[in-house]
């Protein structure tokens, strides 16, 4: 490993640990609680996250974005192709409960590229890293949370409603475009697609513009993983084998994959580095708020954000290294 490849990981891994350290310690004084950590939260995905996209793909080159079709393609097999996958293999084959399935599937394939991504990613790829970024958001805005939801609910009311017969599929198809037109409405799904529309036009923004909205845009990847932070020490957590298995899947053998399919595709290098180092990142912090919505397996989920972050910590390192070695 060259120096300036040992620095490069230094300087992308070290904002991780140093922010969710902060947030860690600022929950153990109790300055913060989960309820202000969801406000945080709250601001990040309502104003900060969007901003930050929008300003992001707004720099990147018209024919950059042009070209990202097949990293597009890598980021929705690994996050919505698998998730199928694992659904499928828990539901039907390990007999798991539905909303379990839908849940251990949205914990494994939903990587925290938003939140992250913004410090890592940005580190190592500079504006073109609002691509990778935005894809992995709107995929799991617009797939994989309403499909999730959809499944839990489901779930849920057939084990309320077991005497009123079986809960009807047309009910069900009702409520996913319901969800996913309550997705389109959210800032960080249109303000992407609003940016992407905007580049493709070759419509920009006068610079003085695009510099206030940066100002709260750069606060997006900070404020995140110290929210993470303070909801890591509020949670309980304890590492068990399917802990153990999930972080093993979400954090090592989903990036490793999506590697092998771009070596496969022999896709450009920086395609596949991108591709991997999105599909690297810990599980999202979303899948606790939805474990502790439906009380299901709230434990294992804040379990695997906490053993899932703490390991990124190497694994990323160790991805950074195999695909700029």
């Not at 980021?75 to 996958?85: D, P, Q, S, T």
């Not at 007999?95 to 991504?117: C, D, N, W, Y």
């Not at 912090?285 to 379990?303: G, W």
């Amino acid at each position: 490993m060259t120096t300036a490849l040992f620095l490069t990981i230094i300087n992308a891994i070290l904002p991780i640990l140093i922010t969710l350290g902060l947030g860690y310690v600022a929950a153990w004084r109790r300055d913060f609680d989960s309820q202000q950590a969801s406000i945080l939260i709250r601001l990040v995905m309502l104003y900060a996250l969007p901003l930050a996209l929008f300003t992001s793909i707004l720099s990147t080159p018209r024919a950059h974005i042009l070209s990202a079709g097949p990293l597009a393609g890598l980021i929705l097999v690994a996050m919505l192709g698998i998730y199928v996958v694992l659904f499928c293999l828990l539901r039907w084959v390990m007999k798991r409960r539905q909303s379990e399935a839908a849940l251990i599937a949205m914990t494994i394939t939903g990587p925290s590229v938003p939140f992250i991504g913004i410090p890592v990613l940005g580190q190592l790829f500079g504006p073109s890293s609002a691509v990778p970024i935005s894809v992995g958001s709107l995929v799991m805005n617009l797939c994989q949370i309403p499909l999730t939801l959809i499944l839990m609910n489901h779930d849920q009311q057939r084990q309320q409603c077991q005497h009123e017969g079986p809960y009807s599929w047309h009910t069900t198809m009702r409520e996913l475009g319901g969800h996913l037109l309550h997705s389109c409405k959210e800032p960080v799904v249109w303000a992407p697609m609003l940016a992407f529309l905007l580049v493709l036009l070759g419509i920009g923004l006068p610079v003085s513009l695009t510099h206030a909205f940066q100002l709260l845009g750069h606060a997006t990847g900070g404020t995140a993983l110290f929210a993470s932070g303070v909801v890591l020490c509020a949670r309980q957590v304890r590492l068990s084998l399917s802990v153990g298995l999930m972080v093993l899947g979400r954090n090592f053998l989903i990036p490793l994959g999506v590697c092998a399919l771009a070596f496969a595709g022999h896709l450009p290098t920086l395609t596949m580095q991108e591709g991997v180092l999105a599909m690297a990142m810990p599980s999202a912090a979303i899948n606790v708020i939805l474990a502790m919505r439906y009380h299901i397996m709230e434990r294992e989920i804040a379990s695997v954000l906490f053993f899932g972050t703490v390991s990124a910590i190497f694994s990323l390192a160790f991805f950074i290294w195999m695909t700029h070695s």
